[in-house]
């Protein structure tokens, strides 16, 4: 089951006009699927592990570059992602190209600031910090030994970053509450009568635009 389909084909119940454009569909999906991320962050954070796709874990790390010019260490995002009200982001872990090396801790950027500038911090050798840029990271207290392995990520991708042949879960306990949401999103009163046959939430997504 094709979510875009899913949602045109709904809107043919409720709008004969059809004067919806595939983008407009999309934005909506969208829309609804990052709201249901935000909730679920704000009551169930560890519950965004499911949704998440790895990075760097297929015998090829993520590259930690450093900025010439300020030497701040950093990597180049290698994916989209979902923007979330915490820390994290969606860049929801990072980790050593290894299990058990140093763990990962998300910061503000002003708290980056302030531990770049600080003394009381030369004594903390067992975590690296992180903030979550537009298209990369930033990390404090990068040892050389993992900067020259990489590091791997688990990030959020928005909905139009899927391929055709993709699998995605929705965040929804049902169907019916993702239609229900993208039509409150498009400004369409839901019709009494969707039906919800409580089918596997993993569904091919097919995000092809077209003009």
Known sequence: MEVRSLVVNLLKRVDKTAKYHPNVVDAAV???????????????????????????????????SSNSNTNIKYSDLPADYVPLPDLASGVRAIYTATTGGKVFIPMSAQSFDFVTHSTHTSNVTDMIGYVVRRDKVEYFNMDSTT????????IL????????????????????????AVLRIMGIVPPTDLKDDNADEKVNVNTQQTE
């Open 30 to 64: 969208e829309r609804a699927i990052n709201q249901a991320y935000s909730d679920i962050m704000l009551s169930r954070p560890q519950e965004l592990d499911n949704y998440t796709r790895a990075y760097g874990d297929n015998g090829t790390t993520i590259t930690v």
């Open 157 to 180: 991708l928005p909905f139009r970053s899927y391929a055709d042949t993709d699998d995605v879960l929705l965040p929804f306990g049902r169907d019916l509450d993702f239609l229900e």
């Open 147 to 154: 900067q020259s392995a990489g590091v791997r990520m688990e």
